[in-house]
């Protein structure tokens, strides 16, 4: 099991950009996938990039692909998502989850991911 906490959320205006950090505890993190997820109010969760172990695939939401970067740094255990060209749409929750899975592909679905996050507050402001 790996233990996940989210940091570098916070408020930012259209335009900006937010650098968001997981910390991941567990010795099986190098060698899971990672992704980021977030849910509005009023909305369900929705996928957002994954990266595999050794991050040779990664993966994009149509929504956030050319803007988000997902990366990871398995000697510090942590996995990052820098977000750029912000939208007031991009207003959520973002949690970091992790498979249990050893050497998973990226996937979409959050059943896949076994471990989360608490979450971290997002607002972009138009």
């Known amino acids: 099991q790996v233990h996940l906490v989210e940091s570098g959320g916070g408020s930012v205006q259209a335009g900006g950009s937010l650098r968001l950090s997981c910390a991941a505890s567990?010795?099986?993190?190098?060698?899971?996938?990672m992704a980021w997820f977030r849910q509005a109010p009023g909305k369900e969760r929705e996928f957002v990039a994954a990266i595999t172990w050794n991050a040779g695939r990664l993966s994009y939401a149509d929504s956030v692909r050319g803007r988000f970067t997902i990366s990871r740094d398995n000697a510090k255990n942590t996995v990052d998502l820098q977000m750029s060209s912000l939208k007031p749409e991009d207003t959520a929750v973002y949690y970091c989850a992790g498979q249990r899975t050893l050497f998973g592909a990226t996937t979409g679905k959050g059943e896949e991911y076994s471990d989360w996050g608490q979450g971290t507050q997002v607002t972009v402001s138009s």
């Open positions: 567990g010795r099986t993190f190098s060698r899971s996938a």
